[in-house]
């Protein structure tokens, strides 16, 4: 079955809602190698044309700074990967807009623009400078994740907690990573917590004023990674008015799929080690289309999980949180496997088939597909509005 084959029923109610997704990492391919979000997809997930079949309204577009790739350049790289989006909005101005508020969202849908927004993966992108924070923010930043896979000296993140040569915090967070939650707070940027370790989460949920999220984290009472969420966490996120965002990667939805994932990470990294050396030798940049060509190489050596896999998470998390804490945070463009049926934004409405054949109401699917997010996000920006009343010589901008 094709996104094509679904019902009229749920066609006709996923063309309907705002369709709300919470991550892209499309702005590499942008940067590095000249991407045209008018082109073919060309092995990638998100494009225009797969946007407007798959009945997209917004997207974030996500600012990425791998540290292995860029060490001593994160602040550079990620101006790169902002000023990327910005161009490529500046060039399809007909049928995209660069949107900042919840209002931008709505008014994108109601001319039928894909509404793109902005994030950064990766607090190291801050350089530890408030500043830089604001910076970003001026440009049209609107939520950070405060780790990505590697701690930055203020934050813990999961992906490397348990190594004893990497600095970590004492309690989650240090003074100065409390300082940037509460400035986050008061610019109206969204706290995101997918890539934080545990105890950095619960560290982050005593100091925000303003209701968290993550982006793309999926549940850990069905998958077991680090990277999801226990339903201790996902209660605590929904009872401050936050959400979740559920990620489309396979080995964040399926077990079977993660530990065959993990049983070729040694290969794996012996191919990108031969890789980034060969491009050395013949003086030609290691890409990041050719990074995730690799790893879709490998990754194609494992079955995919069934899209049932995915709904199931879905469907978890907005049955320990309630139906208003729950949207889709895809991933797309940053992983190596989806689902069987998910090959690109073009087949979202799949989903919402999906949903409805659980029997979640009309109601409930419009929430989860992106009237939750635009919630929370509006709770973020009064919050912000009321930190910023009490600091009326404190300009947010």
């Not at 602040?75 to 007909?94: E, K, W």
């Not at 994932?261 to 890789?275: D, G, I, V, Y």
Request: glycine letters at 6%.
């Amino acid at each position: 079955m094709t996104a094509k084959d679904i019902s009229e029923a749920a066609r006709a109610l996923h063309f309907s809602a705002l369709v709300i997704d919470g991550h892209a990492d499309t702005p590499q391919r942008m940067l590095d190698d000249g991407y045209d979000l008018a082109a073919p997809l060309d092995g990638g997930h998100l494009n225009l044309p797969s946007s407007r079949e798959g009945g997209l309204s917004a997207e974030f577009f996500v600012a990425w700074a791998d540290p292995r790739r860029f060490p001593r350049q994160f602040a550079r790289r990620t101006l790169d990967l902002i000023a990327s989006v910005r161009a490529a909005v500046a060039a399809h101005p007909d049928e995209t807009t660069l949107a900042l508020s919840p209002d931008d969202i709505e008014r994108a849908h109601s001319v039928h623009k894909l509404a793109v927004l902005l994030g950064v993966e990766g607090g190291h992108s801050i350089e530890d400078s408030p500043d830089r924070l604001r910076e970003y923010h001026r440009l049209g930043v609107r939520y950070m994740t405060l780790t990505w896979a590697n701690s930055n000296g203020w934050a813990d993140s999961s992906g490397d907690i348990d190594d004893p040569i990497v600095p970590h915090t004492d309690n989650g967070l240090t003074a100065f990573g409390e300082d940037v939650v509460r400035e986050m707070n008061r610019l109206g940027m969204m706290v995101d917590l997918s890539h934080a370790a545990d105890r950095t989460f619960w560290r982050v949920l005593e100091v925000s004023r303003a209701p968290v999220f993550a982006s793309h984290s999926s549940a850990r009472a069905l998958t077991n990674s680090p990277r999801n969420l226990t339903d201790e966490m996902l209660r605590a996120v929904a009872n401050r008015g936050g959400l979740v965002m559920v990620n489309f990667y396979s080995a964040f939805i399926s077990n079977r799929w993660q530990q065959q994932w993990h049983a070729l990470r040694a290969e794996l990294q012996s191919a990108h080690e031969a890789q980034a050396a060969e491009c050395n030798a013949a003086c030609i940049p290691l890409t990041y289309d050719r990074i995730a060509a690799l790893d879709r190489q490998f990754a194609s050596r494992i079955p995919r999980p069934p899209l049932s896999d995915l709904i199931d998470h879905i469907d978890h998390i907005a049955r320990v949180t309630g139906t208003d804490h729950v949207g889709l945070g895809s991933d797309f463009d940053g992983m190596p496997s989806l689902p069987v049926g998910i090959d690109s934004a073009t087949d979202l409405p799949r989903i919402t088939a999906a949903l409805m054949d659980r029997g979640w109401s009309d109601k409930d699917c419009r929430k989860i597909l992106g009237l939750n997010f635009l919630r929370f996000f509006g709770e973020v920006q009064a919050t912000a509005q009321r930190l910023q009343a009490e600091q009326p010589g404190v300009d947010a901008d």
